[in-house]
């Protein structure tokens, strides 16, 4: 790559493509300092294909297990990472033998308490590169998430805590997920489905998925951003839109994208939760 080129890159791709410092005057951001730039990230050209694998599906794991609350089905886990059944039962036996899943008969698989700590590690990298993209290299919340996707796997360990300290440590990511602490504790606060809310239902908007960066565009085009109190005045049945109040603003907010939201009900809020949504889609 030119040095052209690599100066034309993303702010978030220059933590990776402007690590030399030879490119550091073009790429630094305002207010960071140049030491902060030169923490070490590791490439592992022959293992990290393998590592990098581990980790996706050690985290897959997490997510659909916490979700759940069992052990996944290999269906369940194909289906998130988008690979056939056959090479998540080759990776499963895999990480078998490594000691970071087991399995149950007829159940699925859960993670050891190795697995989880490798679960645990990767999304902590994760959430701090997408809060240091956000608050430090001023990118917009719909668009960390692939950057993430990516960086997770290669930042070294004193990165992650350089990232940590510039931070201030915080619990919370840009789309108000838990960040892992360094011992690897995660505290997941209660919450419910925008799309499970009856009509009348109100609380504090404070979670929300990443996955699709057109909704959370979507959002931030009509000034919704986390903290915000919401409160269901119509729904549409059989999947159709959530009408929901925000402060003078009332509007129409998908099924999809009210599944994606999460809210932590007021306490009068409560019983209005789940079961009003008529002919509620399946989960």
């Given at each position: 790559m030119t040095r052209e080129g690599a100066a034309s890159r993303s702010c978030?791709?220059?933590?990776?493509?402007?690590?030399?410092?030879?490119?550091?005057?073009?790429?630094r951001p305002p207010g960071l300092d140049k030491s902060f730039w030169h923490a070490k990230i590791h490439f592992v050209a022959?293992?990290?294909?393998?590592?990098?694998?581990?980790?996706?599906?050690?985290k897959a794991v997490y997510?659909?297990?916490?979700?759940?609350?069992?052990?996944?089905?290999?269906?369940?886990?194909?289906q998130r990472l988008g690979v056939t059944a056959g090479s998540v039962s080759?990776?499963?036996?895999?990480?078998?033998?490594?000691?970071l899943l087991e399995h149950e008969p007829y159940r699925g698989v859960k993670l050891t308490a190795e697995g989880r700590r490798v679960a645990l590690e990767v999304l902590?990298?994760?959430r701090l590169i997408e809060l240091f993209l956000v608050e430090v290299l001023g990118m917009g919340w719909d668009r960390v998430h692939e950057?993430?996707?990516?960086?997770?796997?290669?930042?070294?360990?004193?990165?992650?805590q350089l990232i940590a300290a510039r931070l201030?440590?915080?619990s919370i990511d840009p789309h108000g997920d838990p960040i892992p602490s360094v011992e690897f504790e995660i505290e997941e606060r209660e919450t419910v489905s925008l799309d499970e809310l009856g009509i009348g239902a109100s609380g504090r908007f404070v979670r929300v998925s990443d996955s699709n960066p057109a909704m959370l565009r979507y959002l931030a085009e009509h000034g919704i951003t986390l903290g915000q109190r919401l409160e269901v005045v119509e729904r549409q049945p059989f999947g159709g839109p959530v009408f929901v109040r925000v402060g003078e603003l009332q509007l129409p907010l998908g099924g999809q994208l009210a599944k994606a939201m999460r809210i932590e009900l007021?306490?009068?809020?409560?019983?209005?939760?789940?079961?009003?949504?008529?002919?509620?889609?399946?989960r």
């Amino acid at each position: 790559m030119t040095r052209e080129g690599a100066a034309s890159r993303s702010c978030a791709g220059a933590v990776v493509g402007c690590a030399a410092e030879g490119l550091w005057g073009e790429c630094r951001p305002p207010g960071l300092d140049k030491s902060f730039w030169h923490a070490k990230i590791h490439f592992v050209a022959a293992r990290d294909q393998i590592s990098t694998n581990i980790q996706d599906y050690a985290k897959a794991v997490y997510a659909l297990e916490s979700r759940a609350g069992s052990a996944v089905s290999t269906n369940a886990l194909a289906q998130r990472l988008g690979v056939t059944a056959g090479s998540v039962s080759g990776m499963v036996r895999k990480l078998a033998d490594e000691g970071l899943l087991e399995h149950e008969p007829y159940r699925g698989v859960k993670l050891t308490a190795e697995g989880r700590r490798v679960a645990l590690e990767v999304l902590r990298h994760h959430r701090l590169i997408e809060l240091f993209l956000v608050e430090v290299l001023g990118m917009g919340w719909d668009r960390v998430h692939e950057e993430a996707e990516v960086l997770e796997h290669v930042i070294s360990e004193e990165l992650e805590q350089l990232i940590a300290a510039r931070l201030g440590d915080p619990s919370i990511d840009p789309h108000g997920d838990p960040i892992p602490s360094v011992e690897f504790e995660i505290e997941e606060r209660e919450t419910v489905s925008l799309d499970e809310l009856g009509i009348g239902a109100s609380g504090r908007f404070v979670r929300v998925s990443d996955s699709n960066p057109a909704m959370l565009r979507y959002l931030a085009e009509h000034g919704i951003t986390l903290g915000q109190r919401l409160e269901v005045v119509e729904r549409q049945p059989f999947g159709g839109p959530v009408f929901v109040r925000v402060g003078e603003l009332q509007l129409p907010l998908g099924g999809q994208l009210a599944k994606a939201m999460r809210i932590e009900l007021d306490p009068r809020g409560s019983t209005s939760a789940a079961g009003a949504a008529g002919g509620g889609a399946a989960r």
